[in-house]
């Protein structure tokens, strides 16, 4: 079998990592073999392979944080889903694989006939997307809330989550070639970011309020949100694709009362019963499932380019998710 395996870390992230080849292993008791389907490239996967993350594996690793797979066996004396059931593959297992070995007690059997691609983003972005919404503020039909990097996944996602909920979305870009992507995901205003942002926020929001403001890019872009809020407002911060720390005004949190949080799904794993981890799942399954929810794919690369499958996933240019898919 393939697997795209890392053996140090550093600046340029395709150069770190490579495909080998491992011989297929049998299933102890306890484990399943499973058959990866298909598995992003997260902004996570790439700042983990440059040593920037939060939380980095001990070496060697195998790339690769969340996926879906089918099953092709189980060890010995182990119960678990039917062979060439769809599953959820627990998250960290390394699924920039053409299989993996895992612990049969965490696999979560998918519905077959759902699109295995867009289940195979389902573990990260968006319940990131859908935490931020409900977690922080208590945001009401009408409302509106803005985010930067809305041309990203979990952008995408809260997109599409706050429509249903019938809230409204103020969506900022670094690039005007990104606008009309957002646009079509359902987005009530998209404009490129900017020192004036607020001016143009205020005239394209009229009477309303912005209570929430989501922050990935950090730098002077978290100011520019920031600037958006009304007084009290909520900014979170989850990313930083800036490389640069998030700068906020005095003004803002001195005069106006904005508060300033941050946001990590990791931690939140921490801390949730697993009767809200299957909430949130099983809200996210039904609606991906469903045709719902979605999220758009760039590319998709097997393991054998994985190198070409992570300069694509880092790069800036792209209008979509990057999906390892192994032949």
């Given amino acids: 079998m393939l697997q795209a395996k890392y053996e140090k870390r550093g600046p340029v992230p395709q150069d770190v990592i490579g495909a080998v080849e491992v011989e297929t ?59 060439g059931q769809l599953v959820l593959l627990p ?11 895992v612990d049969a007690r965490k696999l979560i059997p998918l519905p077959g006939e759902a699109d295995a ?8 972005n968006p319940p990131t997307a859908l ?27 809260l ?10 979305t103020v969506n900022v870009v670094r690039r005007e070639s990104a606008v009309e992507g957002v646009k079509e995901q359902g987005a009530d205003v998209v404009l490129v970011d900017g020192p004036d942002l607020h001016k143009r926020v205020r005239e394209a929001v ?15 872009a978290t100011d520019h949100i920031a600037n958006c809020l009304a007084e009290g407002g909520t900014l979170v911060n989850y990313g930083m694709m800036s490389g640069e720390p998030c700068q906020v005004s005095p003004a803002n949190i001195v005069f106006r009362g904005v508060t ?10 921490e801390n949730a019963s697993p009767e809200q981890q299957r909430n949130i799942f099983g809200q996210l ?17 097997d393991v054998l380019q994985i190198k070409e499958a992570v300069a694509a996933a880092a790069s800036g240019e792209r209008d979509g998710k990057i999906l390892i898919v192994p032949v």
């Avoid at 008791?29 to 992003?40: E, F, N, T």
């Fill in 159 to 168: 997109i599409q989550l706050a429509k249903m909920k019938g809230i409204k």
């Fill in 117 to 124: 691609k867009q289940l195979a983003m389902m573990t990260i």
């Fill in 91 to 101: 998250v960290g297992v390394g699924t920039w694989a053409s299989h993996v070995l």
């Fill in 260 to 269: 300033v949080k941050g946001f990590w799904l990791a931690k939140w794993f």
């Fill in 285 to 301: 399954t039904k609606l991906i499932a469903t045709g719902k929810l979605q999220a758009k794919i760039a590319g998709e690369y």
């Fill in 206 to 220: 009229g009477e309303g309020k912005v209570r929430l403001a989501i922050d990935a890019v950090g730098g002077a």
């Fill in 25 to 83: 292993p049998d299933p102890g008791p306890g484990q399943a073999l499973v058959k990866v389907v298909a598995a992003p490239i997260n902004p996570s996967d790439v700042l983990t392979l440059t040593g920037e993350y939060g939380m980095l594996p001990s070496l060697p690793a195998i790339g690769g944080n969340e996926g879906v797979g089918k099953l092709v066996a189980l060890g010995p004396d182990t119960e678990g889903p039917e062979q």
């Fill in 131 to 157: 935490l931020m919404l409900n977690e922080f503020v208590d945001l009401q039909e009408g409302d509106w809330v803005i985010q930067n990097a809305a041309n990203s996944g979990v952008g995408g996602y």
